[in-house]
Nanobody, 129 residues
Framework: QVQVVESGGGLVQPGGSLRLSCAASGFTLGDYAIGWFRQAPGKQREGISCVSASDSSTYYTDSVKGRFTISRDNAKNTVYLQMNSLKPEDTAVYSC??????????????????????WGQGTQVTVSS
């Protein structure tokens, strides 16, 4: 049975850090490009980062570039999102998913939801003082 579970969210003060995990079972994360998405209250879900299967190349949307780092540990079948210098506008539910259409993140392109499957439930990140 295919399952993806995100964890690591929580409440953090502005400027703080969190590391999110995306753990998979029932399939091999290393076979796919993996994307992180987030959905803030009242907004549509947006793709924020991607890590390729083929060469571990990465993509970040401008709003998180320089603050977030995506990585993968294929031995643990897990992808991580290290989030530093968090801002209140980073508050959202964060989800990960597997790109069934590509092994490599498109260069310079925001992850597109329709290319992704095996969504988890998400993990809440709240940045507030």
């Amino acid at each position: 049975q295919v399952q993806v579970v995100e964890s690591g969210g929580g409440l953090v003060q502005p400027g703080g850090s969190l590391r999110l995990s995306c753990a998979a079972s029932g399939f091999t994360l290393g076979d796919y490009a993996i994307g992180w998405f987030r959905q803030a209250p009242g907004k549509q879900r947006e793709g924020i980062s991607c890590v390729s299967a083929s060469d571990s190349s990465t993509y970040y949307t401008d709003s998180v570039k320089g603050r977030f780092t995506i990585s993968r540990d294929n031995a643990k079948n897990t992808v991580y999102l290290q989030m530093n210098s968090l801002k209140p506008e980073d508050t959202a539910v964060y989800s990960c998913a597997a790109n069934l259409m590509r092994r490599r993140c498109p260069v310079g392109e925001t992850p597109k939801q329709y290319e992704y499957a095996y969504w988890g439930q998400g993990t809440q990140v709240t940045v507030s003082s």
